[in-house]
């Protein structure tokens, strides 16, 4: 039918593409995956380098260990990869950017080569490899890599599987780890054999909090045998721990291997062994499994010809397989390969395997999947911003090209799309779910509002999955992994991601909630009764180690003292960020009240205020040759006095579960304190004046403290590295005729702290929330959260055409241009929007949201257009 025409276009889409450089050659998924110190991730961006679609629920890459890599660069692996550390294996799921304890590196595979009769396979220092840091690359679509044993791996994927492709070396005369003096346990095998280990304890653990560290329960594997010979494996694994501390989940995988060329046949080794059914070089192996220490050489795993193993919850039993091939003599000198293809999936084996079947056919090799990956990429995510090449220098800057659409591809990893995966919401199954919420606290500013603009079909599915999980599992989630809702770090900001879109009317411009084609999927009702839900139920009092008050999984643990008190007490924990992000919470319900029409707007309304109850007024501090400064938010005792032990501004205590305020220095958090406020802020921290000579102590070097080593970057009190400070550089707009502040000191933050190399991150990249930030600012604007409005800075580019609502029936353009744009001229003399001059620095979503021009000139000088209207805030401007 349709078929010819369809096919026919999409070849004349591929060739025009194939003209055009490609957007995806601008992508480099290393980016990120180093810290400052050369070799370390230790605060890099831990970024996920392997092979992913967009959001999808498969992102493959490599797990490498926080062992024995140099002194003071051990650190946890949370996407996996290190720049030194051993690869352990190739497995199935991670996510991106985030710190915390590491969660995923599940399902795994890991190559090997020899006779192993010195390995232990329930140890992976026995087996480990190092890399060849040269050889290895990333690109969109594909991870390579190559151990030091010679063998080269090459990773693709699809939505719920992966395709591994193993190069075994023919040359394995350099081979270690062979100890021939070792009986031989592993039948027929020689220096020559290839082999493939599957081991279902393998984790991502803990390195520095190795109490949560991901554990495996139980779980079961089966081997059987393809018509054509090749092996297959099948099963489940349950896991425990890791950054939402679930109490378990279930993956089911599915997988074989096939030898693409015919080089590599299955050994027969077990099978001689055998009395039955076994399949040709395949057998299953189990031995006590400890998290932290491997089995003694002498009682390591052997694998034996038995199909079937089962480990169940009690046990203490670890499970893996190994598969093995030897050349075929016919063929010896030709490339021995081995194309691994695994799916993944929460319901069922089965399911697993239909993943594979339905996206990894065998007629599909490397290249078409690598190539399938490219175009998923391109037009779903990378095209949405056009950096138009106008002949002048800062139109067709590589760098700063290389850092866009690394970034978008970045904001594309997650949240993850599980969208018929969730073992719980059997009845729901066609629900839009999306997990990997990794975590609220970090994506609801701007991450989430990009999402809103430039991927909007998929923001939609997120939102209706938001509400979902209140409606099946009763709460709105916060820091939300493998399908568990917690951690919750601050307050219940997926109350200010609804807020954000409805707002900002989804993506109706009409003036109608949910009249937009997308609006109609989402159900405000719902999303009403899941905000209210947050703002008036205490949750379930989980014990948490870390946080005497408990109550990390969801909700608003410090609610009690919230409705009670209209402050958060220290008989809490957290209490000063709780304190303040509460009343934003309620802020960004009472707008929800308000335009639904609901009584508790009134309340809600009152509630947006009772920060200033955590506003300490006497709190001051010095800072040397600068000047005094007074009034930050406060710790209160449970009589209501400020409390002063251990306070500082310029410090957050021990900035974790347990302290009074969350990864942000007080002075920092006191910017953060009412982005709904911002009039109230500015006449509580002195005025205009005062107040902008506050933010400019914010960025001097020196005075800054630090909030932990993956969440900060610099020594100025600002802190470029973590989400508190996202907006700080930009509320010089809040100020009259100090745009160009705004524009020197993004400018300046993305200079200093972001680049295009490995370490190009001033931190934990959060799940897409700093590549977010840094697309918001290479073209000049900033969402408020959960205000219908954009902060303006300037373009780092003088043409830009960026795709909002693509793929809705709002679909628009928006042009952004910046005559005069250079290295030395980059302060705005005057802003125009679709040919009328604008005297403020920002816009409303429904000004920018309608799309057409945006014209920044630019100079060498600053320039004071912006005496206009100052952008919203609650308590009135005079
Ligand atoms: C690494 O640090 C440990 C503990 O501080 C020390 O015992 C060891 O000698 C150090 N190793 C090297 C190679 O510096
Ligand atoms: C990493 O693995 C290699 C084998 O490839 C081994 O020789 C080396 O000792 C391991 N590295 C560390 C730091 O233990
Ligand atoms: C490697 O083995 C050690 C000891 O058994 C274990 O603690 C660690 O979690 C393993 N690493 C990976 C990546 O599985
Ligand atoms: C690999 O597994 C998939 C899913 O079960 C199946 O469709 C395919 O035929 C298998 N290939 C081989 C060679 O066994
Ligand atoms: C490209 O942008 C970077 C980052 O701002 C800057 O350092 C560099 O000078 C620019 N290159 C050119 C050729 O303008
Ligand atoms: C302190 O919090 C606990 C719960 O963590 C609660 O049971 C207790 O009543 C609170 N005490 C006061 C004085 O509010
Ligand atoms: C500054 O803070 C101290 C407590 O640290 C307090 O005693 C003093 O009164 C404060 N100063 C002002 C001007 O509020
Ligand atoms: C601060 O609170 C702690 C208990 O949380 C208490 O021991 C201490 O006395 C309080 N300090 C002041 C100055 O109120
Ligand atoms: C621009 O910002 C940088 C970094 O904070 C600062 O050093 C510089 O003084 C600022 N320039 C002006 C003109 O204020
Ligand atoms: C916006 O830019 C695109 C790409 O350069 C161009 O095709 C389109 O005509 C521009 N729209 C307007 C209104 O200038």
Redesign the pocket.
Known sequence: MARSYLSFYSLSLVSATLARARLSDYVDPLIGTEGATPGSAIAGGNSFPGASLPNAMSKVGIDTSYLGVPNETAVDCNAGFSPLGNVTGVSMMHVSGTGGVPTYGLISQMPLIGDLNGINLGSNTSYWQNRSFSEETASVGLFRTKLLNGIAIDISSTEHAGLIQYTFPSDVAAQENINASVALPIGESSAQTAHVLVDLTHVLPGYGTQAYSQKFLHGGLHLSTGADGSPSYRGAATYTGGWSQPQTHTLYFCGNFTSPNGNLQPTSDYVEQNTRDGVPGAGTFSWPYDPVLPPSFDQRPLPRSYNDVVAYAGSGMGIGALFSWNPSSANSSSEKAIEARLGISYISAEQACANVANELPESKNLNDVVEQARERWENGVLSSIEVVDNGS??SS?T??KRMLYTAMYQTGLMPTDKTGENPNWATNASRPYFDDLYTVWDIYRTLMPLYHLLYTPTYSRVLSGLISIFTIEGFLPAGRIANWNGRVQGGSHADMVLADAYVKDVVSLSGQHGRGELGNDVDWEEAYKAVIHDATQLPIRNEDPVAFDGATKEGRGALDDQLRLHFITRNHTRSISRGVEYPQNDFAIYSMAKGMNRSQQYILLDRASWWLNQWNPYANTTLAGVGSFTGFPGARNQDGSWNFTDYDPLSCGGCGWGDDIYEAKVWETAFSTAPHDMAKIIQLMGGDDAFVQRLDASFLPGFGTSVGENNDAGSALFNPGNEPSFMTPWLYNYAPKKNWKTVNQTRAT??AFYSDSRSGYPGNIDGGALPSWLIFNLIGLYPVSAQPIYLLSAP?FSSLSIKLFSGTPQATRLNITAPGLS?TSYYPQSVTFNGRKLDRSWLTHHELGGGGTLVYRMGSMPAEWDDGERPPSLTPWH
């Open positions: 220098v800062a800057n760098t700063l993305v200079d780092r290295d």
